[in-house]
């Protein structure tokens, strides 16, 4: 199976300020038709999951432009242009090219 | 709006089996693949299994391949998973979901002797 991983794990931020979080595939995710299945999602503390980004850079609907995904083959990257407090939580990418699908192990979001 | 409600959840002993549904609403449910998808406690997610719309395939996480079974019922826009052989590591909480239309707030498994 595709392994997920992410960096950092743990990001401490500033309101206002940007934060990037990288996402790193074992294998390219790129098939065969040339689409990359790489998607976002955020949990809130006692919340369920929610789509963000799909297709490494396509936001879901209501997703503020502030959240910006980017990246290609097997490196991707997850943008937030100013972090607002609603934006703490964990960051999950995910993969949806191989099956079986699989998440990376998350990036807790944090205030300073 | 979309409506995805978990249900069928327990405790339940090692080696036991239980039937997770979750009822749909507010998406075109007949023409939609759809996901079930676990937490354990306080870890992170984990996928675990996919139905196609018409149910003519299905994949499965490597650690449930062979226990879990997904199926579907369109005329009542339901979703199942049947657990079997059910082990202390699948302790988790279940969500269905369709991704990017949305999820349901879960349903907890709890597997222990």
């Known amino acids: 199976e595709v392994v997920m991983t992410q960096s950092p794990l743990s990001l401490p931020v500033t309101l206002g300020q940007p934060a990037s979080i990288s996402c790193r595939s074992s294998q390219s995710l790129v098939v065969s038709d040339g689409t990359t299945f790489l998607s976002w999602f955020h949990q809130r503390p006692g919340q369920s999951p929610r789509r963000l980004i799909y297709k490494i850079s396509n936001r879901d609907f209501g997703v503020p432009d502030r959240f910006s995904g980017s990246g290609s083959g097997s490196i991707f990257t997850l943008k937030i242009s100013r972090v607002e407090a609603e934006d703490v939580g964990i960051y999950y990418c995910m993969q949806g090219s191989h099956w079986p699908f699989t998440f990376g192990p998350g990036t807790r979001v944090d205030i300073k | 709006q979309v409506q995805l409600v978990e249900s069928g959840g327990g405790v339940v002993r090692p080696g036991g089996s239980l039937r997770l549904s979750c009822v749909a609403s507010g998406f075109a449910f007949t023409t939609s693949g759809m996901h079930w998808v676990r937490q354990a406690p306080g870890k992170g997610l984990e996928w675990v299994a996919f139905?196609?719309?018409?149910?003519?395939?299905?994949f499965y996480a490597d650690s449930v391949n062979g226990r879990f079974s997904i199926s579907r019922d369109n005329s009542k826009n339901t979703v199942y998973l049947q657990m079997n052989s059910l082990k202390i590591e699948d302790t988790s909480l279940y969500y269905c979901t369709k991704f990017g239309a949305g999820w349901g707030k879960g349903t907890m498994v709890t597997v222990t002797s």
């Open positions: 139905i196609r719309h018409d149910g003519s395939s299905k």
